[in-house]
């Protein structure tokens, strides 16, 4: 069964730290393009980060960058999401996903076609 599990979510205050991962089963995420998404209570899901096949390169949404940091494991099969000055309205579900082997990374949602359950970010004033 193929399946992207995150966990790392919780609750933080605000200017706080956290660190998600996403570990992959059923598939090898080393050959796929990574990528993260959020969704805060009554709004769509939105890009955050995404991180090429090999790591060298990322993108990052404009609320986020120099603030959030995404790497990939290859070995372990995992990314992650490194995440510090942490906002109230960074609270959101947090998606990875991964997308098709000969895609390139993207910030686009469609693009990607193996998803997460996701995991909760509370961030407390």
């Known amino acids: 069964q193929v399946q992207l599990e995150e966990s790392g979510g919780g609750l933080v205050q605000a200017g706080g730290s956290l660190r998600l991962a996403c570990t992959a089963s059923?598939?090898?995420?080393?050959?796929?393009?990574m990528g993260w998404f959020r969704q805060a209570p009554g709004k769509g899901r939105e890009f955050v980060a995404a991180?090429?096949?090999?790591?060298?390169?990322?993108d990052y949404s404009m609320t986020v960058k120099g603030r959030f940091t995404v790497s990939r494991d290859n070995a372990k099969n995992t990314v992650y999401l490194q995440m510090n000055s942490l906002k109230p309205e960074d609270t959101a579900v947090y998606y990875c996903?991964?997308?098709?082997?000969?895609?390139?990374?993207?910030?686009?949602?469609?693009?990607?076609?193996?998803w997460g359950q996701g995991t909760q970010v509370t961030v407390s004033s």
């Open positions: 996903a991964a997308s098709p082997p000969s895609s390139y990374y993207s910030t686009i949602e469609h693009r990607y076609d193996t």
């Open positions: 059923g598939l090898t995420i080393s050959s796929r393009p």
């Open positions: 991180i090429d096949r090999d790591g060298v390169y990322t």
